[in-house]
């Protein structure tokens, strides 16, 4: 599905949404018939437009549209768990990813932040995408290329990233694997200077031991940590209100920028704490959003 524009074609994926906003994936084919609550013809979808209708010999009648990366990310065939949308947002600034710029990701899994990342990278940038288990990497590069079509600037490598980084230098470093810390001595060899680190892990633990590792290993500055909640609005006549359900927890994002030399933070550690340290950058925060301050200053005409 390498072409976004046009009539829609033979061997594209496109997204049926009924009028109870059930969705479903089908690979359009010449000549073939499908049964959703009623049969309709493929060929009666190629050649239409992304966004016309098509009606089933029963007299239901779907929306057809050619799926967005979110919505082919949740829908494509996966092993491990893909990460969602909202995070996938959040990875693309906070790893600052630029057309041209050098990443390398691991574990490539069910493919669905390798597709995220080429899409930002584009033609000018290069991928190298790790994994250690090369049935998950070959169905990842079923569905780079079901979505995307081939993409030169993938290097995908069945490699374990704790073991070190062989394409280096790279501008950016993006992680979905368990123990992100164990590879931070590599990307301190591995990233240009100003270069970003970033990893997505699940639980608190996880966020913790990455961030220590960053701030312990003398060579990255601006170590953060964040999560995004996304929270929809229901906006209809007199309902107007929060959803009543959303996407509770899902992961968090920890970030380091790779400087030169050492740049010392203070050591706000669930382990060897010092509280005062804890009470005073506290402090200084909540004077800051009580009088409007903040360290970031307007930048130079
Ligand atoms: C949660 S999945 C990644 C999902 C992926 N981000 C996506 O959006 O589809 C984690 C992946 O990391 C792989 N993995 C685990 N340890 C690894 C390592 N040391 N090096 C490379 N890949 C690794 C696993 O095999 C698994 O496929």
């Not at 030169?260 to 005073?280: E, K, L, V, Y």
Request: hydrophobic share 40%; proline share 6%; charged share 25%.
């Amino acid at each position: 599905m390498s072409g976004r524009h046009g009539p829609l074609r033979a061997g594209e994926a496109v997204l049926l949404i009924d009028r109870r906003r059930r969705r479903y994936v089908v690979t359009l084919q010449a000549g073939r018939v499908q049964d959703i609550r009623g049969r309709f013809a493929h060929d009666e979808i190629i050649g239409g437009d992304d966004g016309g209708t098509v009606r089933t010999d029963r007299g239901e009648r779907f929306l057809v549209l050619r799926p967005t990366l979110a919505d082919y990310v949740l829908d494509m065939p996966r092993g491990p768990t893909v990460i969602y949308p909202k995070d996938l947002a959040t990875i693309l600034i906070a790893a600052d990813i630029f057309p041209g710029a050098d990443v390398v990701e691991a574990g490539t899994g069910s493919g669905g932040l390798t597709m995220t990342l080429l899409r930002a990278v584009g033609p000018t940038g290069r991928l190298y995408s790790y994994e250690v288990r090369d049935d998950f990497q070959r169905r990842a590069l079923r569905n780079v290329d079901a979505y995307l079509g081939s993409q030169r600037h993938l290097v995908a490598r069945l490699h374990d990233i704790y073991e070190g980084i062989p394409d280096a230098p790279v501008d950016r470093i993006v992680l979905d694997v368990p123990e992100p810390w164990r590879v931070v001595p590599h990307a301190m060899a591995a990233l240009r200077p100003g270069g970003i680190f970033l990893c997505y892990v699940p639980t608190v633990p996880q966020a913790l031991q990455a961030s220590e590792a960053l701030r312990t290993a003398g060579g990255f500055a601006l170590v953060e940590t964040t999560e995004t909640l996304v929270r929809g609005w229901n906006l209809e006549g007199q309902s107007v209100r929060p959803a009543h359900r959303m996407i509770g927890h899902t992961g968090f994002i920890t970030t380091a920028r790779r400087i030169r030399g050492r740049w010392q933070t203070p050591a706000i550690t669930a382990r060897g704490a010092d509280a005062s340290n804890i009470a005073d950058e506290d402090r200084v925060a909540a004077d800051d959003e009580a009088t409007g301050e903040s360290d970031v200053g307007p930048l130079e005409p």
